[in-house]
């Protein structure tokens, strides 16, 4: 059996990754190693890969930060990073081959000598190898020292290693990409400074779920719904992104950023470019990203009316959270007295363009919703009120396919069925496909996915540069009305519920209602 067929029987859901997507020896630099998401999602990742066998021949992980630790006290830390935090428990035999190679460097964000150090110390692997290796440096540290590193990153040399080869650099940018339209041109400007676009990996973690991959099978592998994908039949797409969980202990960022930038500006409105984007012509990554685009931009600017305009904000008081009772947001820990940051917002998009005239896409994302579900939802219109009513009363429901995201990930089409008896009456029934039942349930993390393909150099599920600066186009005269306006206009909801009654204005005023 060879390792492909192998690693496809042990794991199905690789069908298809491991045959042709072989990474070149790679050295990754993590930049904020000592960091919350490099131990809960990144040194995971890389070991699940590891299981997996998809970690290059040679491969080398550095550890940056301003901290002394020394070498085998970060290895160490990253074991327990992986007994605590991975899918699958550590196996310390796949583990020691990365973990031999695994070392810690202390330096500045903005110390020229630091990265030149490091630089020395990564030509002193290609030269203990004897062969050329792939740096991919990922920025996972707060944004206030993005444009440092990646500045660094240029002065030292290492941005260009390579260029034009397979083993070009790569940089992998975290979240938040700029706070408004402002900010992220500047990052980008400074990003396109020093790396080629081709080089550079901005991620949203939403995009390396398997769920919102298969959006595109689901949508352009199969026959029967891209004929009814469009305004003819689908009268409004909502798109839920909820948490159940509150602010924790990132209060202190939480309250600069907002539902808003959080949630909406990235990941739900990724969703919403998926969902409503037209086929690309192939499955390269410019042809996909080319079709996001075009549906951000074909977004029309929201009326930001208090009344009847297209959005809406909120933050949570005190409730109870799957029967348990939780504090409301300004009670939570470093929650300035005089915040009015949303924990909640709704907008209702009209996407201008010939599938999507006249079809509101409603989306909406809170914490301490009343449970963490992420769903999109096509509702149908109605057939023609002609038969199976009663008098005036049309009695069947919309169609309604509902693509849940998480968790539960799955499609449901709900459809109406006649109720068996001897009289002719109807009720929605569901068909359910469940990812657990025919899949099984352990499926990669959306952070094994995507540094794979940046070592591979598929861009595909990365934001491009444009497709970053058209969202934050659209946010961000909200976020600026919404500053101007501070308090009024913020309405409320209690922790445990689905949110305001005011989004359910912008509904109710084109007759419609959440799921
Ligand atoms: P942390 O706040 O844990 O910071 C990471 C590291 O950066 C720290 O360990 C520290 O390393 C360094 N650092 C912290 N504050 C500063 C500062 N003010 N100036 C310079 N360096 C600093 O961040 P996370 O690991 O939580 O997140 C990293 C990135 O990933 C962020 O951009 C975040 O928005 C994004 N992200 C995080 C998620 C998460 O779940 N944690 C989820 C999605 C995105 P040292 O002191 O050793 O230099
Ligand atoms: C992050 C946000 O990008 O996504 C967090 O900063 C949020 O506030 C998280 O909790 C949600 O991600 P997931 O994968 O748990 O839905």
């Given at each position: 059996?060879?390792?492909?067929s192998?690693?496809?029987?042990?794991?199905?859901?690789?069908?298809?990754?491991?045959?042709h997507?072989?990474?070149p020896?790679?050295v990754?630099?993590i930049?904020?190693a000592?960091?919350?998401?490099?131990?809960?999602?990144?040194?995971?990742?890389?070991?699940?890969?590891?299981?997996?066998?998809?970690?290059?021949?040679?491969?080398?992980?550095?550890?940056?930060?301003?901290?002394e630790?020394?070498d085998?006290?970060?290895?160490?830390?990253?074991?327990?990073a992986?007994?605590?935090?991975?899918?699958?428990?550590?196996?310390?035999?796949?583990w020691?081959?990365?973990?031999?190679?695994?070392?810690?460097?202390?330096?500045?964000?903005?110390?020229?000598?630091?990265?030149?150090?490091?630089?020395?110390?990564?030509?002193?692997?290609?030269k203990?190898?004897?062969r050329?290796?792939?740096?991919?440096?990922?920025?996972?540290?707060?944004?206030s020292?993005?444009?440092?590193?990646?500045?660094?990153?240029?002065s030292?040399?290492?941005?260009k290693?390579?260029?034009?080869?397979?083993?070009?650099?790569?940089?992998?940018?975290e979240?938040?990409f700029?706070?408004?339209?402002?900010?992220?041109?500047?990052?980008?400007?400074?990003?396109?400074?020093?790396f080629?676009?081709?080089?550079?990996?901005?991620?949203?973690?939403?995009?390396?779920k398997?769920?919102?991959?298969d959006?595109l099978?689901q949508?352009?592998?199969?026959?029967?719904?891209?004929?009814?994908?469009?305004?003819?039949?689908?009268?409004?797409?909502?798109?839920?992104?909820?948490?159940?969980?509150g602010?924790?202990?990132?209060?202190g960022?939480?309250?600069?950023?907002?539902?808003?930038?959080?949630?909406?500006?990235?990941?739900?409105?990724?969703?919403?470019?998926?969902?409503?984007?037209?086929?690309?012509?192939?499955?390269?990554?410019?042809?996909?990203r080319?079709?996001?685009?075009?549906?951000?931009?074909?977004?029309?600017?929201?009326?930001?009316?208090?009344?009847?305009?297209?959005?809406?904000?909120?933050?949570?008081?005190s409730?109870?959270?799957d029967?348990?009772?939780?504090?409301?947001?300004?009670?939570?820990e470093?929650?300035?007295?005089?915040?009015?940051?949303?924990?909640?917002?709704?907008l209702r998009?009209?996407i201008?363009?010939?599938?999507?005239?006249?079809?509101?896409?409603?989306i909406?994302s809170g914490?301490?919703?009343?449970?963490?579900?992420?769903?999109?939802?096509?509702?149908?219109?109605?057939?023609?009120?002609?038969?199976?009513?009663?008098?005036?009363?049309?009695?069947?429901?919309?169609?309604?396919?509902?693509?849940?995201i998480?968790?539960?990930?799955?499609v449901?089409?709900?459809m109406?069925?006649?109720?068996?008896g001897?009289?002719?009456?109807?009720?929605?029934?569901?068909?359910h496909?469940?990812?657990?039942?025919?899949?099984?349930?352990?499926?990669?993390?959306?952070y094994?996915?995507?540094?794979?393909?940046a070592m591979?150099?598929d861009?595909?599920?990365?934001?491009?540069?444009?497709?970053?600066?058209?969202?934050?186009?659209?946010?961000?005269?909200?976020?600026?009305?919404?500053?101007e306006?501070?308090?009024?206009?913020?309405?409320?909801?209690?922790?445990?519920?689905?949110?305001?009654?005011?989004?359910?204005?912008?509904?109710a005023?084109?007759?419609?209602?959440?799921?």
């Amino acid at each position: 059996m060879t390792q492909a067929s192998e690693d496809e029987s042990r794991h199905p859901f690789l069908k298809g990754l491991s045959k042709h997507r072989g990474a070149p020896p790679t050295v990754v630099v993590i930049f904020g190693a000592s960091g919350d998401l490099t131990a809960r999602k990144l040194v995971p990742a890389i070991f699940n890969l590891g299981v997996d066998n998809l970690l290059p021949g040679d491969f080398h992980l550095i550890g940056y930060g301003r901290k002394e630790i020394p070498d085998e006290e970060f290895r160490s830390l990253m074991d327990e990073a992986i007994e605590e935090h991975s899918r699958r428990p550590l196996s310390k035999e796949i583990w020691e081959r990365v973990r031999h190679n695994t070392t810690y460097h202390a330096g500045g964000y903005d110390e020229a000598s630091s990265f030149a150090s490091l630089a020395e110390k990564i030509d002193g692997i290609e030269k203990e190898i004897g062969r050329e290796v792939q740096r991919l440096f990922y920025i996972s540290t707060p944004p206030s020292v993005f444009e440092p590193i990646i500045s660094n990153l240029g002065s030292s040399g290492m941005a260009k290693a390579h260029l034009h080869t397979k083993f070009a650099s790569k940089v992998i940018v975290e979240k938040p990409f700029g706070h408004d339209l402002g900010s992220a041109r500047e990052l980008n400007a400074a990003i396109n400074e020093v790396f080629e676009e081709s080089q550079v990996y901005r991620i949203d973690h939403y995009l390396g779920k398997e769920t919102v991959q298969d959006l595109l099978v689901q949508r352009f592998a199969n026959s029967i719904f891209e004929p009814i994908w469009n305004r003819e039949y689908v009268s409004c797409v909502q798109i839920t992104v909820a948490e159940s969980l509150g602010v924790g202990s990132r209060g202190g960022y939480y309250d600069t950023s907002g539902a808003l930038r959080d949630m909406i500006q990235n990941h739900t409105m990724q969703l919403v470019a998926l969902t409503a984007m037209e086929p690309p012509v192939s499955l390269d990554p410019e042809s996909i990203r080319d079709e996001k685009v075009k549906v951000l931009k074909a977004i029309q600017p929201l009326a930001l009316d208090a009344e009847d305009g297209d959005v809406v904000r909120a933050r949570y008081e005190s409730g109870l959270v799957d029967g348990e009772p939780v504090k409301g947001y300004k009670e939570e820990e470093g929650i300035p007295e005089d915040s009015f940051t949303e924990t909640y917002a709704a907008l209702r998009l009209s996407i201008n363009n010939w599938r999507w005239k006249g079809v509101p896409f409603y989306i909406r994302s809170g914490k301490r919703m009343a449970r963490r579900a992420s769903e999109i939802a096509i509702q149908f219109k109605r057939p023609p009120g002609i038969l199976f009513s009663e008098g005036n009363k049309f009695d069947v429901a919309s169609n309604t396919m509902v693509i849940s995201i998480q968790p539960d990930e799955g499609v449901t089409l709900v459809m109406n069925s006649k109720i068996p008896g001897l009289e002719t009456r109807t009720q929605p029934v569901k068909m359910h496909f469940r990812y657990a039942t025919t899949f099984g349930s352990n499926t990669p993390e959306a952070y094994e996915r995507l540094i794979l393909d940046a070592m591979i150099g598929d861009s595909t599920l990365f934001i491009r540069g444009d497709e970053t600066e058209a969202s934050w186009k659209l946010i961000t005269p909200i976020l600026d009305h919404w500053n101007e306006a501070g308090e009024e206009g913020l309405a409320t909801y209690a922790a445990g519920s689905w949110g305001p009654k005011e989004s359910e204005q912008l509904l109710a005023s084109n007759g419609h209602e959440w799921r």
